[in-house]
């Protein structure tokens, strides 16, 4: 009967170490921001000009974008056939206030960000600088209608 005692003890003693000792190997689901973060990174793909191509200010302004393309990465960007000041050739950008529909692309310039379907929609202003003539012409609120590439 003693040993009928031990063993039925060693049996609950070894249950109750395998189950304290078994760890949750779920991973924490990934914040909204992360999964914005890896959609805009677009699995390391350009973004391109989609068919509703470039507005500035309402008025259709694709022809001078002409073979633009967007490279995302983690916190940085570069572009091809950006014209400068509305895309410089590369910078940094950041989630503004922890919101995944908004970034703040080079520390001034805010982006509205619409990311549905594989259509990236990106508005922002872009500020003039005093280079003449020219000014006026780039600055104004501009909307890229963008897909992957």
Do not use: H
């Amino acid at each position: 009967m003693t040993i009928l005692k031990y063993i039925s003890l060693s049996v609950v003693l070894i249950s109750l170490l395998t189950i304290v000792s078994c760890k949750d190997d779920t991973e924490p689901a990934p914040s909204e921001i992360e999964e914005q973060l890896t959609a805009l990174m677009n699995g390391n793909s350009k973004w391109t000009l989609g068919n509703d191509g470039v507005t500035k200010d309402g008025f259709d302004v694709t022809s001078q974008f002409a073979g633009f393309k967007l490279t995302i990465g983690n916190k940085t960007y570069a572009t091809e056939n950006g014209l400068s000041p509305v895309w410089e050739v590369s910078g940094n950008w950041d989630f503004e206030n922890e919101n995944r529909n908004q970034i703040i692309r080079d520390g001034d310039t805010s982006i509205n960000v619409s990311l549905t379907n594989g259509n990236l929609v990106l508005t922002f202003t872009a500020g003039a600088v005093p280079t003449g003539g020219r000014t006026e012409s780039v600055s104004g609120e501009y909307q890229f209608n963008l897909v992957s590439e």
